[in-house]
């Protein structure tokens, strides 16, 4: 009796088609692999779950870093996301980098490897910090991208050695302007603080008075205290720095 052969499934995501049909026919040669290829992040998405609920999930997912679209000029454009002007929480993914963020999220077993074009610190260090594994080379070999997909899957973390020493930097800056902001969310009152959660949750003035049985212009205060003791001008930019300190929205319910 022959020994089964573990397979590894993996999706390409990349608008090139080209690119993305060439890797996945270069990937599927391998007798471990089983490979489909989607070209932007809602297809990624829908397979995700199409995948899921047939039971024959993904292991690991590959994604351009610049995953946009392409202009009549073929120029790529990377198309912003949708963002509410209140909460500053944007509607879906805009780029790669969104996409594994995303995916960590609603599929936290996939491994994410960002496929880049140049080698840019600071995107490889956000990539990480969104939740993605690696960061390799558009234009790597076969072996060395077979050797990352098997190595992440061992919750391996790759990327590429001249990137290093850039990444490490970025990512103590980041971990600085968390600190900083930790700090200034402590500033907050209990209530301001409260307040806060439901601005990241998204929520408008009235809805926190019905939330916190407050009026109306003792929330417009208690924002406005927020807004002053965080060093911010508007909702969108508190909503921004509670999220690097870490605040979470509250959990949201029906008003009775």
């Known amino acids: 009796m022959g020994v089964s052969v573990v397979r590894i499934r993996v999706l390409v995501v990349d608008d090139h088609r080209i690119f993305a049909e060439s890797l996945a026919a270069a990937l599927a040669a391998e007798p471990d692999v089983d490979v489909s290829a989607a070209g932007s992040a809602p297809a990624a998405l829908r397979c995700l779950e199409r995948a899921a609920a047939e039971g024959r999930r993904?292991?690991?997912?590959?994604?351009?870093?610049?995953?946009?679209?392409?202009?009549?000029?073929?120029?790529?454009?990377?198309?912003?996301?949708?963002?509410?002007?209140?909460?500053?929480?944007?509607?879906?993914?805009?780029?790669?980098?969104?996409?594994?963020?995303?995916?960590?999220?609603?599929?936290?077993?996939?491994?994410?490897?960002?496929?880049?074009?140049?080698?840019?610190?600071?995107?490889?260090a956000t990539a990480l910090q969104a939740g993605a594994s690696g960061w390799v080379a558009k234009d790597c070999s076969l072996q060395r991208l077979l050797?990352?997909?098997?190595?992440?899957?061992?919750?391996?973390?790759?990327?590429?050695?001249?990137?290093?020493?850039?990444?490490?930097?970025?990512?103590?800056?980041?971990?600085?302007?968390?600190?900083?902001?930790?700090?200034?969310?402590?500033?907050?009152?209990?209530?301001?603080?409260?307040?806060?959660?439901?601005?990241?949750?998204?929520?408008?003035?009235?809805?926190?008075?019905?939330?916190?049985?407050?009026?109306?212009?003792?929330?417009?205060?208690?924002?406005?205290?927020?807004?002053g003791k965080l060093g911010v001008h508007s909702t969108l930019a508190a909503v921004a720095l509670a999220r690097r300190a870490g605040v979470g929205p509250v959990a949201l319910r029906a008003v009775p």
């Open 147 to 227: 050797a990352v997909i098997r190595g992440v899957l061992r919750d391996e973390t790759h990327l590429p050695a001249a990137l290093l020493t850039g990444v490490l930097r970025e990512l103590t800056a980041a971990r600085k302007h968390r600190t900083e902001s930790e700090q200034l969310v402590e500033s907050l009152t209990p209530r301001e603080r409260e307040v806060l959660r439901c601005m990241v949750a998204g929520l408008g003035r009235k809805a926190v008075a019905e939330r916190l049985f407050l009026s109306p212009h003792t929330v417009r205060t208690h924002m406005q205290n927020v807004l």
């Open 58 to 124: 993904y292991d690991v997912m590959l994604v351009d870093a610049e995953l946009g679209v392409l202009a009549a000029d073929g120029a790529r454009t990377v198309p912003a996301p949708r963002t509410d002007p209140d909460t500053g929480s944007g509607s879906g993914p805009a780029d790669g980098i969104s996409l594994a963020a995303g995916v960590r999220s609603s599929h936290p077993h996939i491994r994410t490897v960002v496929l880049a074009e140049k080698d840019d610190p600071r995107r490889a």
